[in-house]
């Protein structure tokens, strides 16, 4: 996190009681959301409330042991983030500690207290390559350099946007670290590498603009039903062992964004280890470069400080934004947004204030939308366009979608990805239920499919969704009656549909070819299996008996598209066979 | 240390002092009343004037004259590795009637998170020789797997054949490298009885040499479980941290411990959560759970079994909810399957091991063995799904392939499922039978399975390979 560095120094404070991440301290001269350190070991807090002489504050370590008579002492600055070069390949706690350095200043496995780090490595030094001249005036958010970060990633160092801007009076290219002057103005105003960004305060942009362009997934149910744009929202909710991480993870893997933020808001401990040596190893598939070099990791697993959970999709934000004044598109991950939401829960009820619909603070849906609206296509201060595309998990209690954390989300995302617990019990995976499931991007997206896939994209993705409609229809008669009691028609619409599940639907996230699929590879599946149903439904006219037509040797091969890689050969020769083989029947 | 005889209030299991020093937040408390008897407690909330006081053995006899001391310390657990064959009760005070413990250290007993950075990934398979979980719900070192099950289901009986049978690859290889395994159990609110059961057993298998037990009986104070899951995950991490051991830990029941939650927080009259529960239950129970693991550097590891009970069988009630969002899946006791007669009564499909795709395979346990796991489930679902068509419309309406399906099903209960209490079964056995089951259906039905290994592996003639009973 960032360290206060500001000379406003206020009065300190004494702590008057202790109640859990909750302490209430007196005499402190602090501004609301300021931070401030507690106790004599320096705890890291925030203040939430302040009521004539007691100021409330929640402090984001454990607190066994802090008593009253303890000082507390401001810092005269909000909870901020340190931006700029060093955030990519790094995993921070809730409040941007870097993990690794609390490791070594720690000296243990275990998170131990009081000790703070800033966000980016102010030793390090970054080759500094000048993008503006001596005599150049900038404004502010203006590029006036480039740092290469990591392989994949240029770093664009900018004029802050609280800068006055002016002439360029100084500038040359070199090695600094971030705290050193790069460019200097006709002002007086340094600026370096590095700057801050209070996390509660969304950056500043030029205009919103409507989203055209699909963030790819290589997920095919995604990719093929339920697209979400660069900048768009979507909400995943599910009960547990649905497959919401997995799916996050997925998507924290293949999407085609320049950037991503992965939030581990309230989760497993595991699961984040699991995403910190898996990401060095993968390769981007569109770059090559380590998936890590485009990623950074915020990790407040369920059992860190809980106020620290509250504050880390802030934190995640805020550094998405960043990257998106950068001129790029940005996506976001959290997961999972029930705990941010659990979390200003258990502080408000420390706060006693009056709860609303099951114990969540009035201010819920207030924040949830606060949060999901930063999100978007941005122009940019500085003129380039970037976007953040926000992507929140919802573990809904009892997988009960009425509940209000889920409700409030769903008024504002416009992706809902319904994750069914009987589908994964049945290990259809990803187990999102294409009946519930919703995408609003859809149509504004098509022409983006059209011009880069192909032209019969959207009349053949609506052939598979009637066909799917048409499946959930006659499973209900089939419950009553059984199949064979169905016309031959509607059997053979049960068993293309079952292709569409098992073949297209089904995606082996575990499997190294089928875990990423181009949409190209979607398109293609897709169309097979409508090759198969319309020379099937020919067949059928032509009187062959529908046993027959689903009998053929070459339809199961369409269950293994999905792990070839040479998929358009095998694709070619496999609706090749389809055809003479029903052909043949009559 | 002061001493105070300020008592304000005694409700429920708090008690309120007046204090004219300042008391830490979490500190422990020493409560000494008329007849020389000292009970132990926790302060919960430390203000400038007054200390709200959870007292863990309960309040019954503490009057207002009662004395109180502040301990100037948080709770601390004494570890040493000669807690291995010891039996305490809930506060870790031995009743076994064995000599004095003597700490090699005392280590507080609310751990510290371990550092996500510091973790190192758990994929070392545990074979607990139970086909439903080796096969299909593989358990890993350092996960954390409860069970859910409930009121009148035999899980103790499953929790005591994994303790039993638990075995790592590599033990049985004899290349041993001083890593050993123990277990830790720790008891909140079970039955006498079923106290019994479990140390029976500890003592006829000689398990009990490796285990430490922690012991609160239903009728021990329900504040007194809020600690005993802390002692031993304390225990537990000490020995697997500082000695190497790779720890089992076997929790049960987690519905107990919730409910002193609860009645906790309601004696300080919170705003209560779902059910009653308090708001933070999520973050308690996430304290406790999340202290399995291994840590980069060192050889032992935590894994974790917590039992709980559901009540109603409902797994929507907050307690298997919160449980199921923390750990890394969860292994389902059914009642229709217990009635069924199947032991161990494991429905599979509800079941799940997130840690699994990472745990099993080539190197771990065998090439096929995801693979034929999806394709078990597969089937499986299917044939239960067919099970309710089947009551409608009779077997003879339905195609071949799907009284293939119905059989698989059933014979999957009885072979797999169903193989005893005692029977200990290698991942090999295991994965063959599956093979012997899926060679039920015809070829082109098993979509799951890549090529080469069914050309391996599927029986042509219908014929199963034995597969050994024990």
Redesign the interface.
Known sequence: MSQATESDVRKDGI??????PVVAARDLDARMNDVVYVGSEGLMGEVIEIEGNVTTIQVYE?????????PVEGTGAPLSVDLGPGMLDA?YDGVQRP??V??EK?G??????GVDAPGIDLEKTWAFEPEVEEGDSVEPGDIVGIVPETPSIDHKVMVPPGSEGGEVTAIESGNFTVEETVVELDSGEEIRMRQEWPVRQQRPSVDKETPTEPLISGQRVLDGLFPIAKGGTAAIPG???SGK?VTQHQLAKWADADIVVYV?C?E???????V??DFPELEDPITGNALMDRTCLI?N????P?AARESCVYTGITIAEYFRDMGYDVALMADSTS?WA?AM??IS?RL?EM?GE??YPAYLSARLSAFYERAGYFTNINGTEGSVSVIGAV?P????FSEPVTQNTLRIVKTFWALD?DL????HFPSINWNESYSLYREQLDPWFVDNVRDDWPETRQWAIDTLDEEAELQEI????????LPEDQQLTLEIARYLR?AWLQQNA?HPTDTYCEPGKTYRIMDAIKTYNDEAFEALDAGVPVEELTDIDAA?RL??IGVQEEYNEYIDELEDDIASELRELY | MKEYQTITEISGPLVFVETDE??????IVEIEIGDGQTRRGQV?????DYVAIQVFEGTEGIDRDASVRFLG??MKMPVTEDLLGRVMDGTGQPIDGGPEIVPDERQ?I?????????????EEFIQTGVSAIDGMNTLVR??KLPIFSASGLPHNDLALQIARQASVPEEEEGSEEGSEFAVIFGAMGITAEEANEFMDDFERTGALERSVVFMNLADDPAVERTITPRLALTTAEYLA?EKDYHVLVILTDMTNYCEALREIGAARE?????RGYP??M??DL??L???A?R????DGSVTQIPILTMPGDD????IP??T???T???IYIDRDLNSQGVQPPINV??S?S??M??GIGEGLTRVDH?DVK?QI??AY??GEDLR??VN??GRE???DLDNKYLDFADRFEDEFIDQGTQTNRDIDDTIELGWNLLSMLPK?AL?RID?ELIEEHYREDGTTEEVAAD
């Open positions: 702590i008057e009681s202790v109640s859990g454990e607190t066994s042991g802090v008593s009253p008579g303890e995993i993990l690794d609390l490791e720690m243990s496995a275990y998170l131990d207290r009960p547990f062992g991480t581990g309230g497993r401990g595991n699961e984040m280890t699991e910190i040596e990790a697993t369920s059992n860190m809980v705990r659990e829960r258990e009820s006693e709860p099951e114990g573990s209690p009892g997988g009960d617990a994964a019990e049945r290990r089939v419950q009553l009656v059984g199949k064979d009691a098992e575990f199961p269950n293994r | 300042p008391v830490g937040y979490d500190e919960l909330e430390s203000a400038s310390e948080t507080d609310v751990g510290a998170a371990i550092n996500p950075y510091s973790r190192e990934y758990p350092g996960q941290f919170e705003v209560p959560g779902r708001g933070y999520y973050t996430a304290q759970y999340e202290r693991g840590i980069e550097g060192r797994d929507t009630h907050p909810d919160l199921g969002y923390i890394e899946g969860q499909l509800p799940l997130r840690l795709d990472d995801a999806d489930f597969a679902a299917e309710d068509l409608i419309v309406a339905l195609s082109d979509n090529e």
